[in-house]
């Protein structure tokens, strides 16, 4: 055998080395607003080096993986190592095509949500799951039609 070897001392499980985080980022946020050095600001202390930052959208409809390249005082910068642009379940299918609100899963932390078409208000979040806020939207539609 001839040329490099990886030697004991130069492999770590990848807990030793790095840190794995999780971020949730509004759905209006821009991909390129998520590379910028200046979107991780206030959690830049926290961050280093070669850490991994698995991002989702609110409304789950894009999931990044960003690989940290370096960090500082207010600033990370970041490079995207896969991309994936989630299909949206068919909710067009489970409006109420005659409603004046509409369902919308709105992240982790909104949860399953009823909002009202025209300004796209919140009319009421955090449902434990889409089935109530469906049912909310159905009981909610008929309550506003008799008025």
């Avoid at 130069?10 to 509004?26: G, P, S």
């Avoid at 990044?64 to 067009?92: F, M, P, T």
């Amino acid at each position: 055998m001839s040329g490099n070897q990886l030697y004991p001392d130069r492999i770590q499980l990848c807990e030793q080395e790095r840190n794995r985080w999780f971020a949730h980022v509004e759905s209006s946020t821009s991909i390129d607003r998520i590379t910028e050095s200046d979107f991780w600001t206030h959690v830049a202390a926290s961050i280093r080096q070669d850490d991994l930052i698995d991002v989702i959208y609110d409304d789950a409809s894009i999931y990044l993986q960003l690989l940290v390249l370096g960090s500082g005082d207010g600033w990370v910068k970041v490079a995207i190592l896969s991309r994936y642009k989630l299909e949206a379940e068919d909710e067009e299918s489970l409006q109420l095509k005659k409603s004046d609100f509409y369902y919308k899963y709105n992240g982790r932390f909104s949860g399953h949500s009823v909002l009202r078409k025209s300004d796209k208000i919140v009319i009421r979040d955090k449902f434990e799951n889409k089935a109530a806020a469906l049912q909310f939207m159905a009981q909610h539609s008929k309550t506003v039609s008799k008025d």
